[in-house]
C-alpha cells in the first residue's frame, strides 16, 4: 500500500503498529497502541490480533457543559470525525492519527499559505468543476473541524454536520450531472441514428424523385409525338375531305350544265 500523500490536516508522526515479516512476533514483531513511538522491548499485542477497521466510529456522546472534557474524549471525537490513515510498508503497518495540538493564531496562518501554495503547486483551477480545488478545500475545511473540535466539542460536531451536509449534496449534484451528461450523449446518439435514417429516407425520396421526373418526361415525349401524329392525320383529312368537297361541287356544276342543256331543248 502506498503511504498517503501530504495532507492539510495536521496529523501525529506515524506510529508503527505490527510487523508481518518474517522476523515473527519476537524483539521485533510489537505493537504499539496511542500515540506513544515504538520502544524496543514494549509490551506488544498478541498475535493475530489487528486494529479495527478504519471506518469511521459511532461519535461518543458529548458531556454535559458542566463536565470537563478529558484528553481522551477529545481524541475519540477527533478519530471519529476524521479516522488514523493506516497504511504497509516494508511489510509493517503504521498507522497515523489526527493531531490532538491545539492550534494557534499562527498555525490558521500558516493553513492559508500551505491552502494558496499547494493550489499554485497542484495548478487548480480557479473557476469551474475542479476536482483539485475541491480537495484542498476539503482538506483545509478538516482541518478548521480538527481546530476547532479541540477546543470547543460541540461546534466541532456542528461543523460537522455542515461538512457531511455540504458533501451530500455536492454528491447529489454529481449524481445530476452525470444522469444528465449520460441523457445528453442518449439523446445525441438517437438524434445521430435519427439523422441517418433521414438522410437514407432523403436519397430514397430523391432517387424516387429522379424516377418520376424520368418518367414525366417519356410521358411528355409520347403526348408530343401523338400530337404531331393526330395533326399530320387531322391536316391529311381535312385536305382529303376538301378535296372530296370540290370533286363534288365540280361535279354538280358538269350535272347542272348537262341538265339545263337537256332540259333548254326541250323549252324551244
Known amino acids: 500500500m502506498i503511504p498517503p500523500s501530504h495532507s492539510l490536516v495536521k496529523y501525529d508522526n506515524p506510529v508503527l503498529v505490527s510487523r508481518t515479516d518474517s522476523t515473527g ?3 521485533g514483531g510489537m505493537a504499539v497502541g496511542g500515540r506513544a513511538s515504538p520502544i524496543k522491548g514494549a509490551p506488544g499485542m498478541p498475535e493475530g490480533k489487528k486494529l479495527p477497521p478504519g471506518g469511521p466510529k459511532k461519535l461518543p456522546p458529548v458531556d454535559d457543559k458542566g463536565r470537563a472534557k478529558t484528553p481522551t474524549q477529545t481524541e475519540d471525537i477527533l478519530n471519529s470525525i476524521l479516522p488514523p490513515r493506516e497504511w504497509e510498508e516494508t511489510g509493517q503497518l503504521w498507522v497515523q492519527r489526527v493531531s490532538s495540538t491545539p492550534a494557534t493564531r499562527l498555525d490558521v496562518i500558516n493553513l492559508q499559505e500551505q491552502l494558496d501554495h499547494m493550489l499554485q503547486k497542484r495548478q487548480a483551477r480557479e473557476t469551474g468543476i475542479c476536482p ?3 480537495e484542498l478545500y476539503s482538506q483545509c475545511f478538516d482541518e478548521l473541524i480538527r481546530q476547532v473540535t479541540i477546543s470547543c466539542q460541540e461546534r466541532g460536531l456542528l461543523l460537522l454536520r455542515v461538512r457531511d451536509e ?7 449534484y454529481q449524481t445530476l450531472y452525470e444522469s444528465s451528461v449520460a441523457f445528453g450523449m442518449r439523446k445525441a ?5 435519427g439523422k441517418a435514417d433521414m438522410e ?7 432517387e424516387e424523385k ?3 421526373e424520368q418518367t414525366v418526361l417519356e410521358l411528355k415525349a409520347k403526348c408530343e409525338a401523338i400530337e404531331k401524329r393526330e395533326s399530320e392525320r387531322r391536316a391529311m383529312e381535312e385536305r382529303k375531305h376538301a378535296e372530296e368537297i370540290a370533286f363534288l ?3 354538280n356544276v358538269q350535272l347542272k350544265t348537262q341538265l339545263e342543256g337537256i332540259l333548254s331543248p326541250q323549252k324551244k
Open 25 to 27: 512476533a519476537g524483539a
Open 132 to 134: 483539485v480545488r475541491r
Open 166 to 172: 455540504i458533501r451530500m449534496s455536492i454528491a447529489a
Open 189 to 193: 446518439l438517437q438524434a445521430e441514428q
Open 200 to 206: 437514407n429516407r432523403i436519397k430514397e425520396l430523391e
Open 210 to 212: 429522379r424516377q418520376l
Open 249 to 251: 361541287k365540280k361535279t
